[in-house]
């Protein structure tokens, strides 16, 4: 039976993709917190978690490659232009699940 193994640069694209990924979603919750911290006033593990949660980030790609995106962004850029990724790309999509989640609990005034 043949062996499933890759070719080297592959798996070392998807090590470099991985490690990418783990940074930007260290990046990612650190965001995640202030952002609840500041517009809420309070700790919300639910929100965060549903802020970076795979399958919050697979309605904008495979969730390890926009992780990785983030963890490019960071590891080019600094935290600054991290965070201001994260605000243009993921949280204009993240508002509108929340309006739609707190409206169909009934939670959401207009």
Known sequence: MPSERKPEPARQREQVLREQAWIGD????????LKI?????CLDGEKAVRMSSNQFLS????????EAA???VYEKD??????AHIGS???PLFAKQEEK??????????
């Open 70 to 72: 983030i963890g490019r």
């Open 101 to 110: 989640r707190l409206r169909k609990s009934g939670r959401f005034a207009r």
């Open 78 to 83: 600094g935290l600054d232009a991290a965070f």
């Open 37 to 41: 911290l500041r517009e809420d006033g």
């Open 26 to 33: 260290a990046v990612l919750a650190l965001y995640a917190r």
């Open 59 to 66: 309605a904008l790609g495979e969730p390890t490659a926009v």
């Open 89 to 91: 790309i993921l949280m």
